[in-house]
């Protein structure tokens, strides 16, 4: 069984019916999507992701400056960015200041917000990261430059609802991990651990999400050539 | 250009650069990678699935009264700052801003022996420079104190352990002793990152050190 959404059309209006399509009741029925590469992993029917709530909401910001979904995000991520800024040694003013920035980061970049390649929590987190690098380090972190170049084509369909339930099985794992193992992936990006101090087996689990990841850059690539 | 990469990043130096607590002369050069390789630009960014994982796990500060209001406000009075122009270039993207143009603008001073080199600028923590080696030149035996990054971006090397072509990035620690020797054929230019300052062997090149500032 496979996710029966059309293939994207070029033109942006449908671009943005496609995209919402995909949060329609419709795509969560039961045995409708099946994505992995064995056909066994299926999205449950009554659960309603937390990542396509947020994906939603980044869309409105997109197409429509919707300050509720604004509201919604902020009531969501302002807390946990504040939360991970204060982590990572800032003051509670700092942090709070920069929270702020975060996301309003986020409004004004709504339409650089790929789902097929990050889900929101990714993307929100990369922004805050930036600014945190910003304001405690007073460093830089040049980006890789993006692969789109041009009018970028809208996401795959099919990759955005594989990324998303590979984030959901991705956070999942962590949450079951080891304590202490868990305490050094937290100290890793939260506390400086140096990189000769993070061994390069971490132990975590990113097959899966890495694969979907790589299938999306090279529809991408194939797109863009 | 992405398919006939066969040295890589290690997980350690992908998960620092997605936490954002690396050195910027690494930074730079995991950028600068990661523009030339698609394994690579996946691996990271399921590193940053990770970053994701954790800021939703993590514990709520809350926010001050009035705090959404001002953030949209601030929001709407503001404009994302413009992505920078694109250019054709040999050189990854990343590296155009510290060169202050492309490959003809680089400033080369020699290091001797037709080696000659660019110090760019970034933060003290570790140093970058580009390396211009000659088609069969060799640049002297050194060891390394820290770590020693160097990205392929024309060219090719090869040392005592492999070849390295371009986009290909060798990470060398503690235990490498090395002399790397570009190959026949085409000059070969390298992006250099390290963290400690290199040993050399050889007498001259240990006295030309301060003033090498390598």
């Not at chain 2, 930074?27 to 699935?49: G, K, Q």
Request: proline residues 6%; glycine residues 6%; charged residues 25%.
């Amino acid at each position: 069984m496979t996710c029966t959404i059309d293939t994207c059309p070029n033109d942006l209006a449908s671009f943005t019916g496609a995209f919402r399509n995909v949060f329609a009741a419709g795509c969560r029925t039961p045995g409708v999507m099946s994505i992995e590469k064995s056909g066994s992993v299926q999205v449950p029917a009554n659960r309603q992701s937390d990542n396509s709530r947020w994906t939603v909401c980044i869309g409105r910001i997109r197409d429509d400056a919707d300050e509720d979904a604004f509201a919604e995000l902020f009531d969501h991520f302002a807390p946990r960015i504040k939360g991970y800024l204060i982590k990572s040694g800032a003051s509670a003013t700092l942090a709070e200041e920069c929270a702020q920035d975060v996301m309003a980061t986020l409004w004004q970049k709504a339409h650089q917000f790929d789902p097929s390649r990050a889900s929101a929590a990714t993307w929100i987190f990369t922004i805050a990261r930036n600014r945190r690098i910003d304001a405690l380090r007073k460093s830089r972190r040049p980006e890789p430059e993006d692969i789109d170049w041009g009018p970028e084509p809208p996401p795959d369909q099919a990759d955005v609802l594989a990324l998303e339930q590979a984030s959901e099985d991705l956070s999942r794992a962590i949450s079951s991990l080891p304590d202490k193992q868990k305490a050094l992936i937290e100290a890793a990006y939260f506390h400086d651990l140096s990189h000769s101090e993070i061994a390069d087996q971490t132990g975590l689990p990113l097959g899966t999400i890495k694969s979907r990841i790589r299938l999306a850059l090279d529809r991408l690539r194939h797109a863009m050539n | 250009m992405t398919d006939t990469i066969q040295h890589h990043l290690t997980d350690g130096l992908l998960m620092a650069y997605s936490a954002g607590t690396l050195p910027e002369a690494f930074n730079l050069t995991i950028a600068a990678h990661v523009t030339m390789c698609d394994a690579c630009r996946a691996r990271l960014y399921a590193f940053d699935s990770v970053g994701g994982a954790l800021l939703s796990d993590q514990n709520c500060a809350s926010m001050a009264p009035g705090s959404m209001q001002a953030s949209l406000a601030a929001a709407k009075a503001g404009r994302a700052a413009p992505s920078p122009p694109r250019r054709r270039s040999i050189l990854p993207a990343p590296l155009i801003s510290y060169i202050g143009g492309d490959l003809a603008d680089i400033k080369w001073r020699p290091v001797g022996m037709g080696v000659r080199q660019a110090i760019l600028p970034t933060d003290k923590r570790a140093s970058a420079r580009l390396l211009y080696i000659p088609a069969g030149s060799a640049v002297p035996d050194h060891g390394h104190r820290g770590t020693e990054m160097t990205l392929v971006l024309q060219g090719s090397f090869a040392d005592d352990t492999a070849r390295f072509a371009k986009g290909d990035i060798e990470i060398a620690d503690e235990d490498l002793n090395h002399t790397p020797v570009a190959d026949i054929g085409d000059d070969c230019i390298c992006l250099a990152a390290t963290d400690a300052p290199l040993r050399f062997r050889g007498l001259i090149p240990r006295i030309a050190q301060p003033f090498l500032r390598i």
